[in-house]
């Protein structure tokens, strides 16, 4: 069974950094495409980054483009989000993803993914 732990959350002043993490376990996640997604309050969830488990592709939304970095560790199973100048508007919690069906796309439709972890809160203040 697929799980998927986020952590690394927590406030933070505007201009300031973050590093979420989240933790991969249950599957063999060479195939995978893995994202992460974010929901502010009243607001619809959207994508924020996608990375190839196999590979260096990586894809960003344009509102993180040039602030965020997302990367993956093969050897502790975990994929992180290093969040710079980070901005009040990116307040929201943040949420792991996984899509086992990799086929050499990185997709920003939340319905591609099949595991989702519980998510982490990224609070900036201005």
């Known amino acids: 069974q697929v799980q998927l732990v986020e952590s690394g959350g927590g406030l933070v002043q505007a201009g300031g950094s973050l590093r979420l993490s989240c933790a991969a376990s249950g599957r063999t996640f060479s195939g995978y495409a893995m994202g992460w997604f974010r929901q502010a309050p009243g607001k619809e969830r959207e994508f924020v980054a996608a990375?190839?488990?196999?590979?260096?592709?990586?894809y960003y939304a344009d509102s993180v483009k040039g602030r965020f970095t997302i990367s993956k560790d093969n050897a502790k199973n975990t994929v992180n989000l290093q969040m710079n100048s980070l901005k009040p508007e990116d307040t929201a919690v943040y949420y792991c993803a996984a899509d086992q069906s990799y086929g050499g796309i990185l997709y920003s439709n939340q319905r591609r993914y099949d595991y989702w972890g519980q998510g982490t809160q990224v609070t900036v203040s201005s």
């Open positions: 990375v190839r488990w196999s590979g260096g592709s990586t």
